[in-house]
């Protein structure tokens, strides 16, 4: 069962496996708001230390990307949904910006790695965003819409929907959209995935870029916003527990 809001952290190419450790005792220990769940995406190499750690917890675990290929063969370097099922994970990020700019991820590989997901019971989180360029010429909609085209042929009925928006321009730059800027995109991804025939009551619409401490609660607060994907203050207990807590309001 899918819960109201979702706090997911994506940790990147960060970390080591004492910081995992070190991390995830901490946040096991809090108690988290009955209606949020938390989970982390870890780097492939400590998913399974970090799922033996909060196996006892609620805490879930996610990988930060899976192959396009569903069956194991000759693809150096790649990990399976099947693998990641194996490990017992909960969820895995799919299509983030920067897969999409450093590995030049294409829809087709975004709709695969959707479908394997799906497959293998993982929930997939499907990372949609705008650059820059985009948004100073207002063709934002546009190109979420585009984005949004790969679930067009993988959306059922009882499938949860997990869309994290994350304008590129807002990554790591700590520089976050606007408040209208967040409605608005929010509501038009909700729009956008209504037409395509989702349930609304298995539809999740995170924010992502330069999510922090301080500007959490107003973010939570505003309609069609079921919580957030952190990565920089993700890294830190302290920053990432407040997260947490600022969805109790
Ligand atoms: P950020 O990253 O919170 O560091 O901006 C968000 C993300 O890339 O998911």
Redesign the pocket.
């Known amino acids: 069962m899918l819960k109201e809001k979702l706090i997911l952290g994506?940790w990147?190419m960060n970390g080591r496996e004492e910081t995992v450790h070190s991390f995830l005792a901490q946040i096991i220990s809090l108690s988290c708001p009955i209606q949020t769940q938390v989970g982390i995406a870890f780097p492939s190499v400590y998913l399974s230390i970090a799922k033996q750690i909060t196996q006892n917890s609620e805490i879930t675990i996610g990988a930060q990307n899976l192959s396009q290929f569903s069956q194991d063969g000759a693809y150096t370097g790649e990990v399976s949904a099947l693998m990641l099922k194996d490990l017992h994970l909960n969820f895995t990020?799919i299509g983030?910006?920067?897969r999409r700019q450093y590995f030049n991820e294409s829809n087709q590989q975004i709709t695969d790695k959707l479908n394997n997901a799906y497959q293998n019971n993982l929930l997939p989180i499907l990372?949609v965003g705008e650059n820059l360029e985009a948004r100073e010429s207002n063709v934002e909609n546009r190109i979420i819409s585009e984005q949004l085209s790969v679930l067009d042929n993988l959306i059922q009925n009882d499938r949860p929907i997990i869309i994290?928006y994350?304008p590129i321009w807002?990554?790591?730059?700590g520089k976050v959209a606007s408040v209208e800027q967040i409605e608005k995109m929010h509501q038009y991804v909700y729009e956008q995935l209504l037409s395509k025939g989702a349930n609304p009551a298995n539809i999740r619409i995170l924010y992502?870029?330069?999510?922090?401490a301080e500007n959490a609660s107003t973010i939570f607060s505003l309609p069609k916003v079921s919580g957030a994907?952190?990565?920089?203050?993700?890294l830190k207990v302290e920053d990432f527990t407040k997260i947490i807590k600022a969805t109790e309001n």
């Open positions: 994506n990147k990020l983030h910006s920067e990372c994290a994350e807002a990554i790591g730059t992502g870029g330069s999510v922090n994907l952190i990565g920089g203050a993700s």
